[in-house]
């Protein structure tokens, strides 16, 4: 029986590493790039689909039972500024450099929660311990790669050439990148390895509100968790939106519904 679980949770991690790999196209998108639109705009639209899809978990409950849990809005708490971290590290270093950071820090983190607080099992230590330093020693691989590209920038007035930018063309400024400094590489370096702090953490409410629903099996409890975070996440973004362009920005957010809501 066992076995069969790790197998199941090997499944759902594949099919998670694929979706936490690819939620962020969209953003790459060359209509949404053109707007120029806020970070903290393309959240609201991250926060009402999530709102939106996570009712669909009752279907795939016995009876649609289903209980609020608070824990489930403490999720959504940390979900909300991690994604919108994410957003502004791919600003500032790019998709791949960006997303690599956060996951090996996200990583490390989970697997630290999970070892210490839920007192997890862990079969070998020596093995454990190796997979992580070279997770670690990619991390800062990755990190010595992106601040060489940016000192290159600096130093000789160029943009080095992106994902985006044919071999061929002569290398101009990306419009998905803001123009390279080192500011923007401590910037983007900071807002990575923050959402590896809080995506790391990111479950420990889910173990909390598993608690309420011991009835349900294990697959079921995660479903059960969904609806509350989605209830969750919606307010919690709408709350930081307001405070981000009330009191920091300053000025009313534009949505560019036809560009960035609608495929």
């Not at 020596?126 to 940016?150: D, N, P, Q």
């Amino acid at each position: 029986m066992e076995d069969n679980s790790k197998t199941v949770g090997f499944i759902f991690a594949a099919v998670s590493i694929f979706f936490f790999g690819s939620f962020a196209l969209p953003l790459k998108s060359k209509k949404v790039q053109a707007t120029g639109v806020d970070p903290v705009v393309f959240q609201i639209y991250y926060s009402i689909s999530v709102f939106v899809t996570s009712w669909l978990a009752l279907a795939f409950i016995p009876h649609g039972e289903w209980h609020f849990s608070w824990w489930a809005v403490v999720g959504a708490a940390m979900w909300v500024p991690a994604s919108v971290l994410s957003i502004f590290a791919i600003q500032f270093m790019g998709l791949s450099i960006a997303q690599g950071l956060w996951s090996g820090v996200t990583i490390i983190v989970a697997f630290i929660w999970g070892a210490t607080y839920l007192r997890e099992q862990v079969d070998s230590w020596g093995l454990t311990i190796l997979a992580l330093a070279c997770i670690l020693v990619g991390i800062l691989g990755i990190s010595r790669c992106e601040l060489k590209y940016f000192l290159f920038a600096v130093k000789t007035g160029y943009t080095p050439i992106t994902e985006e930018t044919p071999l061929s063309n002569t290398v101009e400024l990306s419009s998905t990148r803001p123009s390279p400094s080192g500011k923007n590489f401590t910037a983007g370096f900071i807002c990575a390895v923050g959402l590896g702090l809080l995506n790391g953490t990111l479950l420990i409410p889910a173990s909390k509100a598993n608690v309420k629903f011991q009835q349900l099996s294990t697959i079921e409890q995660g479903l059960a968790y969904v609806p509350s975070f989605g209830i969750g996440a919606l307010p919690i973004t709408l709350i930081v939106a307001a405070l981000y362009f009330g009191l920091l920005k300053r000025t009313k957010p534009k949505f560019y519904l036809k560009e960035t809501a609608i495929p």
